[in-house]
C-alpha cells in the first residue's frame, strides 16, 4: 500500500496548497480539482481518473478499506492521514464525510459524434451537474460548456453529477470548439416556441448537438441563428417553461427512446 503521511495541522504547508483548490480560478490554473466523500472518491478510481492525493480522517480508517483499498495498492498516490479538523479545511459541505481527493482530468475527447451536449452560459452549479449526469445516463459523447457557464468542478456541480463527471468528458469554455464541431457539419439542435415539431416526431437519432440555454435568457440568438433542428417540448399544463435540466433529460431519453426503436426495426 501507498506510504501514509501524517498532517495534523490545517497550518500544514501542503494542507495550504490543496485548500487553494477550492478556488476556480485556481482549479483553472493548476488543472487539478477536489472531489469528497468516500463513494465520489471510489468513482474517481473506477472511472480511471488520475486521482493525486487522498486525504482522510485516520478515524475512518475502515472505511478508507472498504472503499478504496484495493486502489490505494499502486505507487504514486499521495495520501494523508489527519483529522477532522483538517478535513473540514478542505471541503466545501457542513458535514464533511472524512475524505477529500485531488484528481486531474487529463482525458482525451476520443469522438464527438452521436449526441454533443452543449450548455449555453448555465448558471446554476446543480444544473450543470444533472445535465451532466443525464448525458452520461442518455449516451452522449461529451459535454461542453459555454463561456460564462457555472464550474462543472464546483462541490454543488460535483455532488448533482454523482459520479457521472468522471465518465464523460467535459470541456470548460468551449465556444471554440462548438465553432469546430458546427463547422464539421454536426447540426445544432435547440428548444424553441417556434417549433413546428414537438421531440416526439422529429428524428433524433442522427449526429446533433443540443443547446440547452440560459435559465432566464435561453440559447443566445446568434446559436439560434445557426440551428438547423428546432424543438418544442409539448407542455398540456401550459407551464411557461421547464427547468433546464429537465428540459434537457426529456430530449436526451426521447432521443435514448428512438435509437432503441431504431434497433428493434
Known amino acids: 500500500m501507498t506510504r501514509v503521511i501524517a498532517i495534523e495541522s490545517k497550518s500544514n504547508p501542503r494542507i495550504r496548497e490543496i485548500r487553494k483548490l477550492l478556488d476556480r480560478k485556481e482549479r483553472r490554473l ?14 474517481a478510481f473506477k472511472a480511471g481518473m488520475d486521482v493525486k492525493t487522498v486525504i482522510y480522517d485516520s478515524g475512518s480508517e ?19 492521514s489527519t483529522n477532522p479538523d483538517v478535513i473540514r479545511q478542505l471541503s466545501s459541505t457542513e458535514t464533511p464525510q472524512g475524505i477529500v481527493a485531488v484528481v486531474s482530468d ?7 459524434r452521436g449526441l454533443v451536449v452543449y450548455l449555453d452560459r448555465l448558471q446554476d452549479p446543480g444544473n450543470v451537474g444533472t445535465i451532466i449526469r443525464s448525458s452520461h445516463a442518455g449516451g452522449a459523447s461529451r459535454v461542453i460548456l459555454g463561456k460564462g457557464s457555472a464550474d462543472p468542478y464546483s462541490e454543488k456541480a460535483m455532488r448533482s453529477s454523482m459520479g457521472s ?4 468528458p467535459v470541456t470548460i469554455d468551449g465556444d471554440d470548439e462548438l465553432e469546430r464541431l458546427a463547422a464539421e ?13 414537438s421531440i416526439y416526431s422529429a428524428d433524433l437519432t442522427g ?24 424543438l418544442r417540448i409539448p407542455m398540456p399544463g401550459n407551464a411557461e417553461s421547464l427547468n433546464a435540466s429537465i428540459a434537457a433529460s426529456i430530449i436526451i431519453f426521447e432521443r435514448v427512446r428512438q435509437l432503441e426503436e431504431q434497433r428493434k426495426s
Open 30 to 43: 493548476k488543472g487539478l480539482f477536489l472531489t469528497e466523500g468516500f463513494r465520489m472518491v471510489q468513482e
Open 62 to 80: 475502515d472505511q478508507l478499506q472498504r472503499y478504496l483499498g484495493s486502489f490505494l495498492a499502486s505507487d504514486g498516490i499521495e495520501l494523508i
Open 185 to 197: 457539419g454536426i447540426p445544432l439542435a435547440v428548444t424553441s416556441l417556434e417549433a413546428s415539431k
Open 207 to 230: 449526429d446533433m448537438i443540443l443547446v440547452i440555454g440560459n435559465e432566464g435568457n435561453g440559447v443566445r440568438q446568434e446559436l439560434m441563428d445557426k440551428a438547423t433542428i428546432l
Open 106 to 112: 487529463s482525458r482525451k475527447v476520443t469522438g464527438s
Open 165 to 168: 463527471i468522471f465518465h464523460i
